[in-house]
């Protein structure tokens, strides 16, 4: 059986979670925010990477993991896979998705952008846009981390949105 | 009939052991458990690089005692089951039958998001839908 879940419903959610961390329960503190929604995707995926590698065979290597990751983890949660992977072959891998859905929806407060003029306060708005988006990708940051602990790979994993709505995570495999 | 279910975690704790028989011997049945872990830590860390099927959860027959047949399976995150049976004469696409279907249930238990990683799993409707599956498998084998 397979169960759907409402995309709009999801991003929602997801927005909201930020939402309630960030001005919420952490206001003051927004590492401590971050880590909280990290926390709550690895469980996630956690959970999920128990659910979705049920019928396959074992993964033989860490690379072989990632492929599953960028495959068919992506295409469960997202309806599409990972455009482009890049590795440099010691433990780091580029995971890049050209439209990603959870930010595809997202946009930037117009009059901050509007604002060509480079004055100290509309920068530092630039900077605060930036850092909630940034915001919103601790949680799926924490569903590769969770996915990959549950399959025995320690790693850290970040995002970088530098071209929206273009977004690479990056994982570092610890030795 | 299977007397004997465990589910064993990646560092070997132990997640859920279960035993079906009415006389006193759980005691026995865990030690026969706690054996069959080498048993897979040496399937693991060395395959036969004959067998095609190198990597399948599935791990077959561990070992045949007296009374008993052991067989393991070991998901992709590590965790292993183990199944003690008393039949002896007992065929594989059963017990991988069987397997499955418990992995299922082991799935759904785990996504409950009440219970925690890597502790027991006390889910009582867990333990229900596993003795489902185990009268089913006596009935499946006899037929």
Redesign the interface.
């Known amino acids: 059986m397979v169960r759907e879940v409402s995309e709009s419903c999801v991003e929602s959610l997801l927005a909201e979670i930020v939402l309630s961390y960030c001005s919420g329960f952490y206001a003051n503190k927004p590492e401590l925010a971050a880590r909280r929604i990290e926390a709550i995707g690895f ?1 996630v995926g ?2 999920l ?3 979705y ?2 019928d ?5 290597d860490n690379l072989e993991a990632i492929k599953f990751i960028c495959k068919d983890f992506w295409s469960e949660l997202f309806k599409k896979q990972i455009d482009n992977l890049k590795t440099n072959h010691r433990g780091t891998f580029v995971l890049q998705d050209n439209r990603f859905r959870w930010l595809a929806h997202m946009s930037i407060d117009p009059s901050v952008q509007a604002s060509g003029n480079i004055q100290d306060p509309s920068a530092m708005a630039e900077n605060k846009s930036a850092q909630a988006t940034g915001m919103h990708l601790y949680f799926p940051c924490g569903i590769i981390r969770g996915a990959l602990s ?3 790979i320690e790693c850290a994993v970040s995002a970088d949105i530098s071209n929206l709505p273009a977004c690479s995570f990056v994982i570092r495999i610890k030795a | 009939m299977i007397v004997c279910l465990a589910v064993v975690g990646h560092e070997n704790n132990p997640l859920y052991i279960q035993s079906f028989t009415e006389s006193d011997d759980a005691l026995k049945l865990h030690h026969i458990v706690h054996c069959s872990l080498d048993v897979i830590d040496e399937r693991v860390n060395n395959p036969k690089k004959s067998s095609p099927t190198i990597n399948e959860a599935f791990l077959g027959l561990l070992y045949p005692t007296e009374n008993y047949k052991v067989y393991g399976y070991l998901t992709n995150t590590k965790v292993k089951f183990i199944l003690v049976t008393t039949d002896l004469d007992i065929r594989d696409a059963d017990v991988r039958n069987f397997f499955r279907k418990f992995h299922a249930a082991y799935v759904d238990a785990v996504s409950n998001p009440f219970h925690v990683p890597g502790k027991r799993i006390t889910s009582r409707t867990f333990g229900e839908r596993v003795s489902t599956i185990v009268k089913s498998f006596g009935l499946s084998s006899a037929s």
């Open positions: 469980q956690h959970q990477s128990e659910r590698t049920m396959r065979p074992r993964f033989t549950n399959l025995g």
